[in-house]
Antibody, heavy 117, light 108 residues
Framework: QVQLVQSGAEVKKPGASVKVSCKVS????????MHWVRQAPGKGLEWMGG????????IYAQKFQGRVTMTEDTSTDTAYMELSSLRSEDTAVYYC??????????WGQGTLVTVSS | EIVMTQSPATLSVSPGERATLSCRAS??????LAWYQQKPGQAPRLLIY???TRATGIPARFSGSGSGTEFTLTISSLQSEDFAVYYC??????????FGQGTKVEIK
């Protein structure tokens, strides 16, 4: 059974960066394909990017290209999502989720990132 | 980019009744479609993948159908714990892994 535990809530000023972590247990990170999804308050789910095992690369949604970086530390089985140049519209709950290649089968609990001056 | 459109936005149903939710893709996604349930304050939960296969632990009252561009999620007899928001997502052609905008199932 995969468990994903995310880091705590963050408050950031516009223009700053945030780095959210997602600690994996039950499996090793190398066995999983990790994706990130966000959800603005009262809004739907928005895919940000994730690992494509077919070509071994991380693919980002065009909307976030140049602003998002997804990395992994296999020594600690922790995935990270860093979003830079934050603006108020980036206020959202950020989720990590594992891809079974047939949908996102395990999700972290979510991390609220608030961008406010 | 494939656009996923869900209807209706809100569905009012009485407990015990049947709920039918629709999801349409802007181009064929074959059967590469998943459904998720999200309750307030919780992460989404995978319900259905491959358009019609229930994920582990999902009750039989949830069923999915369709292929190509038209998909349906049916909840045969709504229980109190089923009132939530439901999202479809295609994984046939990505990026991006697009979600629909969601259907809220509320108590009538």
């Amino acid at each position: 059974q995969v468990q994903l535990v995310q880091s705590g809530a963050e408050v950031k000023k516009p223009g700053a960066s945030v780095k959210v972590s997602c600690k994996v247990s039950g499996y090793t990170l190398t066995e999983l394909s990790m994706h990130w999804v966000r959800q603005a308050p009262g809004k739907g789910l928005e895919w940000m990017g994730g690992f494509d095992p077919e070509d071994g690369e991380t693919i980002y949604a065009q909307k976030f290209q140049g602003r998002v970086t997804m990395t992994e530390d296999t020594s600690t089985d922790t995935a990270y999502m860093e979003l830079s140049s934050l603006r108020s519209e980036d206020t959202a709950v950020y989720y990590c989720a594992t891809d079974s290649s047939s949908g996102f089968d395990y999700w972290g609990q979510g991390t609220l990132v608030t961008v406010s001056s | 980019e494939i656009v996923m459109t869900q209807s209706p936005a809100t569905l009012s149903v009485s407990p015990g009744e049947r709920a039918t939710l629709s999801c349409r893709a802007s181009q064929s996604v074959s059967s590469n479609l998943a459904w998720y349930q999200q309750k307030p304050g919780q992460a989404p939960r995978l319900l259905i993948y491959g358009a019609s296969t229930r994920a582990t632990g999902i009750p039989a009252r949830f069923s999915g159908s369709g292929s190509g561009t038209e998909f349906t999620l049916t909840i045969s007899s709504l229980q109190s714990e089923d009132f939530a928001v439901y999202y479809c997502q295609q994984y046939n052609n990505w990026p991006p892994r697009t979600f629909g905008q969601g259907t809220k199932v509320e108590i009538k």
